[in-house]
């Protein structure tokens, strides 16, 4: 594997790994509480256009980008999956029903991350190699998880980000690709090391939260001052401003949720246009599919 080296092209850039977390609005962990999981089949579904969306968005750019992907929105939308699959980009896997690792048990975690790999590979006709934690739920606490990783047949994670959050993230983990078990690489979401300590870099609410000039001061600096390749996140609920608000969520929640979603498609323009991407299996595993 080759963690060490970051993959350049011709013109000298580092090529970056762009990766979309499919999962819809009403899967997200910060409204769990408010939204029985009973009730998924029965809420509106806007993923579908929100992923065409985001596909459109990488054509455009010709970029391509790795698509962790619940089993659960497999099994209902296998045409969508194909499409990913068709265009070009790595499916990948976001576990069945988007519980976090650690509030399962060893059992519960492998048998959901094998039954998500399963039906993908049956629906795309291709091989997983990745998964990626709902809510970077993998850390010290729970290390245990990257045996079931490695045992389920997956070739690396993307579950760890280095930050300090009140959700997640592990802030003295390693922020570059490693190996954590033989054969099995864990490919952490980008930070910088700045004032003795990570800021997020990679996505997720602060892309939204920060101006865009600033998130790309941080990439750039990831690939001129680390020298090593950026692992960015987006979700598809975070390209649509006019998706149903879950009303009962606390003030934080919502703030977090719904904050600048009107500015994420063109955000995701400029970043595309600014570096280059492709999918996590090229860039870290050397892949050539
Ligand atoms: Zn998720």
Redesign the pocket.
Known sequence: MSAQSAPVRRDGAVVNAMTI?V?DYF???AFAPYIDRARWDSMPCRVEANVDRILGLLDDAGARATF?T?GWLAERYPVLVRRIADAGHELAS?GYG?LRATEQGLDEFLTDIKLAKAILEDVSSRQVSGY?A??FSVGPKNAWAFDCIADAGYRYSSSIYPIRHDHYGVPDAPRFAHEVRPGLLEVPVATIRLLARNWPAGGGGYFRLMPYSLSRWFLERVNAVDGKPATFYL?PWEFDPEQPRVAQANAKARFRHYLNLSRTGDRMRRLLADFRWDRIDRVYLGAVA
């Open positions: 977390d999962e899967q997200v962990s962790f619940l976001h988007h990626r709902p809510s979700h």
